[in-house]
């Protein structure tokens, strides 16, 4: 068996799912015996079996693999509950397994996988694809590259209709069905709090992140995801605001992102131009816009 | 060995790996430590507060990369956007050298995110020496391979693990980073003699030390990384030392993680080895 082969096969048991029990299942990825499979390529010893031996690491991919998704995504894990998180977690795994070098990157497909397998998340999908979004957006924050930001003084003399501003890299901009963001701090603080504690204590807050989930109605929000010194916020934001902020990610002019902004917005013309100017000024106060290369460059008329 | 090329030349006593729990310790205590290694793939990112921690300790400590997943014996070609990464970090951090696992792990652009063990072929040992040299041509730093804890034996393998080690690193004309640990789980689990291993390295390749500690169960060990080092570890250590000399020694201990001081303690025991080696060279 050459190399390439020789690790095909291994690599299709090894990422196969485990059985409900978390052995390996006994038909292998071929439709034989499992244990004919392993002992094609694998010795046995005087302990254990071709078959143990690589249920070895069929267990360990499934126990690292699913350890990242508890870390990266304790939100949704809270929606669905631990047996439905887990059953997810296998099938998205299986249909999305890891293409990066990085365990960082394993949830980078997860909303998109979510939106076309709705059935993993039952009657709670809305609020599962939001966690979703809201979690990945996190881990892009986190560490997300920062370019050097545009501060209001550097904005000063380059405003105008015509100016395009970058984005920083790191920040996501989000429109929610479900205010995920409350729901996410309340499940971080509850397993901060459950750290160290015992079995009875856990239960009890696991208890009140159920309901936290059960009491958390539908309400429609805009986020951005972002980070300052280091730590990852999530701010709230006006629908205009959302509006502005992703026109101009696009590369639309100032002038051409406000115009969309207020198209069908409620708030009235008279106090557009004040508030426009105090979102400007907190938005670089933040540090959200900057140039990669050369100045800001005034879109061409 | 103590200073080679395949360590950069360089001296390092006794290190420990850089782990988040100790961060604070670290860069508030500013304790003694000779060196820290790095998880190159912790670091092999954009931004954020793990970037600024590592310029806060490269300012302070001499660092040393570790890859876990550069997968120099899988039979795909190298990724490039990792390798692309990876020498920005090499030059963000002044490694003197790098060392990653002689071990497979990808298939196909599929990631397994461990550490699976090589059939000891020759056509296997060619195509990983290969690589070796694709990639530290490409960093340009010298490269170090390690050896894996394995749980698994191939019908294939035409040599023992030893043997293979040899054939790749002389192929590739690399250095070795030592494990006496894995040397010790392989043994169990493979029954063989661990010090036949230890006896057979090319002592000059040898750029760096591993020891660890690991989980017994009844009829295999797995190498977890979250106990102290066995005695038979370290009996495993002096040896390696009583025949490579002064060299690197980096302690990992990746869960369960106790305080700072704990870790850094267990490791400085290999001091006691590396004192006797210095001692035998002076007389």
């Known amino acids: 068996m050459s190399l390439a082969a020789l690790q095909k096969t291994m690599a299709r048991a090894v990422m196969q799912p485990l059985t409900p029990s978390e052995h390996m299942q006994t038909t292998a990825p071929d439709g034989r015996s499992m244990r004919t499979y392993a002992a094609r390529f694998i010795k046995p010893n005087d302990r254990l079996t071709s078959f143990e031996r690589l249920e070895i690491y069929n267990r360990q991919y499934w126990f690292r693999l699913l350890s990242s998704m508890i870390e990266d995504f304790p939100g949704l894990r809270a929606v669905l509950g631990d047996r439905k998180f887990e059953a997810m977690s296998k099938a998205y795994l299986v249909d999305c397994p890891s293409q990066s070098f990085t365990l960082r990157n394993l949830g980078a497909r997860l909303e998109t996988w979510l939106r076309k397998h709705p059935k993993w998340a039952g009657s709670k999908r809305e609020?599962?694809?939001?966690i979703t979004r809201l979690e990945w957006a996190d881990i892009e924050a986190f560490d997300g590259k920062a370019e050097p930001p545009l501060r209001p003084d550097n904005l000063g003399g380059e405003v105008g209709a015509k100016l395009k501003l970058k984005l920083q890299p790191h920040i996501s901009l989000l429109d929610l069905k479900y205010p995920v963001d409350d729901l996410l701090l309340e499940v971080r603080k509850e397993d901060d709090d459950t750290d160290f504690a015992s079995n009875a204590f856990q239960e009890r807050h696991k208890r009140k992140r159920v309901q936290a989930v059960a009491k958390l109605k539908p309400a429609e929000i805009f986020l951005a995801v972002h980070r300052v010194d280091d730590s990852v916020y999530?701010?709230?934001?006006?629908?205009?605001?959302?509006?502005i902020l992703g026109a101009l990610?696009?590369?639309?002019?100032?002038?051409?992102?406000?115009?969309?902004?207020?198209?069908?917005s409620r708030i009235p013309a008279g106090e557009r131009a004040e508030l426009v100017q105090k979102w400007f000024q907190n938005w670089a106060t933040l540090g959200w816009f900057c140039r990669e290369k050369g100045p800001v460059v005034p879109e061409a008329s | 060995m103590p200073a080679n090329r395949f360590n950069g030349f360089t001296e390092y006593g006794i290190g420990i790996g850089l782990r988040a729990p100790h961060y604070n310790h670290i860069l508030t205590r500013k304790p003694v430590c000779d060196w820290f290694e790095i998880i190159s793939e912790n670091f092999m990112i954009d931004g954020g507060r793990p970037l600024r921690i590592l310029e806060e300790i490269l300012e302070q400590y001499k660092v040393v990369q570790h890859g876990v997943s550069m997968y120099f014996g899988s039979a795909e070609k190298p990724n490039r956007e990792h390798l692309r990464r990876l020498k920005e970090l090499v030059r963000r951090t002044k490694t003197p050298w790098l060392s990653d696992h002689l071990c497979w792990g990808s298939v196909d652009g599929r990631y397994t995110h461990d550490l699976l063990p090589m059939p000891y072929t020759f056509e296997a040992a060619k195509l990983t020496a290969q690589k070796v040299r694709e990639v530290r041509d490409y960093l340009e730093v010298p490269v170090a391979v390690e050896n894996v804890s394995s749980y698994a034996e191939f019908h294939v393998s035409e040599m023992t693990e030893w043997e293979f080690l040899n054939e790749v690193v002389e192929r590739a004309d690399c250095g070795i980073l030592l494990d006496v640990n894995n040397i010790y789980v392989s043994s169990q689990n493979h029954s063989f003699n661990p010090f036949d291993y230890v006896n057979s390295v090319p002592a000059e390749r040898v750029a760096q030390i591993h020891i660890a500690g690991h989980s017994k169960y009844r009829r295999y060990i797995l190498d977890t990384h979250d106990h102290p080092v066995i005695d038979p570890v370290w009996k495993l250590y002096e040896r390696a030392i009583q025949r490579v000399g002064h060299t690197a020694t980096l302690l990992e201990w990746d869960d369960s993680i106790p305080s700072f001081d704990e870790v850094h303690d267990e490791a400085l025991k290999a001091n006691k080895f590396l004192s006797s080696t210095l001692l035998a060279t002076a007389v």
């Open chain 1, 127 to 130: 609020l599962a694809i939001d």
């Open chain 1, 234 to 243: 999530f701010r709230r934001i006006e629908r205009e605001e959302f509006v």
């Open chain 1, 249 to 264: 990610r696009e590369g639309k002019s100032l002038g051409k992102a406000i115009q969309a902004a207020f198209r069908h």
